[in-house]
């Protein structure tokens, strides 16, 4: 079977979605029975870090803009499938090609379109509302990454019983190649938050919490991740607290960056007020950094008892913890150890075998 993947909207960056389709199909190509060809807009990168076993097929180096790709994605991508012979398509970050009739299998990750928790302009509020349910409606089989967010599918669509929770693996992040990014210094510890500057990661308490330990003024915190409209209000907080040099927010990184981070963390801060599954706190307990979550949606599926669960909403709670971790040695300890361990019980082979077993009944 040919398995086409619609990879036209994933970016180069280290994206959720980009990182699940790099991982997921970097494994799945392992196992015999399957041809997979992945259809992008190029330029892009996200092609250097596929399997050369995976074939890429690049569509248009013109389309820029998101009307532009949902263009290649939704009018010229059909095409393509029939050109390449495809058996199956396969849609790692929630939209299918809704003309191209071919069986269909689809990924939602989580239920944010329909919560509109992350905000965003309207005309990304229709796309998602229109292309994300219909693909949904359309697929004959759907995947998501967490017990959390099915129930939220089920909520929103209860009409769908077609869904296989498949969780995901953690990012390996090569120690041997690490790199500091810029504007972090060396000096002095640092809390680290992984993900893009959003209202929902819940960047504002974590600082105020920060704020609030008066005795750790050395204590630092940075935030990997991408800035974007959404992200004015941290933004605009930091200048106006004239907090520049002790919240660091670093942007995009690669993956030696983020290797460094994790490598010289004191604590993994992710409060976030809904996941669909929580790659951060799975990576950070993979790389032997405590772990501080969120007690709500799929994040206690992730971190079990590894790490410290609290309220979101509760600065003072996120600031006990981090003090409570910084203070007893023992405890520091035993959560590493817990993390090793439980980062042990996700693999992106049980991902890809997983995957696969539904693959192989959709063949039927």
């Known amino acids: ?130 292309f994300y349910t219909a693909s949904l409606k359309k697929a004959w089989r759907i995947l998501t990454i967490s017990q959390a967010s099915r129930r939220d599918i089920i909520k929103y669509f209860p009409k769908q019983k077609n869904i296989s929770v498949i969780p995901l693996g953690p990012v390996t992040y090569p120690l041997s190649r690490q790199k500091k990014p810029s504007g972090v210094r060396d000096e002095g510890p640092f809390l680290l938050m992984v993900g893009a500057v959003l209202p929902r990661k819940n960047s504002l308490r974590v600082i105020k919490a920060l704020l609030s330990l008066e005795e750790r003024e050395d204590l630092k915190l940075v935030i990997a991740g991408e800035v974007n409209g959404q992200s004015r209000e941290v933004i605009d907080f930091i200048r106006n607290q004239g907090l520049k040099e002790r919240v660091i927010v670093t942007g995009s990184l690669s993956i030696e960056e983020l290797a460094w981070c994790y490598a010289h963390g004191e604590i993994l801060v992710f409060p976030s007020l809904y996941e669909g599954f929580g790659l951060p706190p799975l990576e950070a307990m993979a790389a032997g950094m405590p772990v501080i979550a969120s007690s709500t949606t799929s994040l206690p599926e992730v971190v079990g008892e590894a790490g410290i669960l609290v309220d979101p909403f509760s600065v003072e709670e996120i600031a006990r913890a981090i003090e409570k971790i910084l203070t007893e040695a023992s405890l520091k300890e035993t959560l590493v150890r817990r993390g090793y361990d439980r980062a042990k019980a996700f693999s992106w082979e049980k991902t890809a075998l997983e995957t696969l077993s539904v693959i192989r009944e959709l063949e039927k």
Request: aromatic residues 14%; glycine residues 10%.
């Open 1 to 130: 079977m040919r398995i086409g993947i619609n990879g036209i909207f994933l970016k180069e960056g280290l994206s959720g979605m980009g990182n699940y389709t790099v991982e997921l199909f970097n494994e799945l190509v392992r196992y015999p029975g399957h041809e997979y060809v992945v259809f992008l807009s190029c330029p892009g990168g996200l092609e250097k870090r596929l399997d050369k076993g995976i074939q890429v097929v690049c569509l248009s180096q013109e389309a820029k803009t998101g009307l532009g790709l949902l263009f290649l994605e939704q009018f010229v991508l059909p095409f393509y499938l029939r050109r390449h012979r495809i058996d199956l398509v396969f849609a790692p970050a929630y939209t299918l090609p809704l003309l191209s009739g071919k069986p269909s299998l689809v990924t939602v990750h989580d239920m944010i379109y329909k919560m509109r928790i992350d905000g965003g302009s309207l005309k990304a509020y229709w796309y998602r509302r229109f």
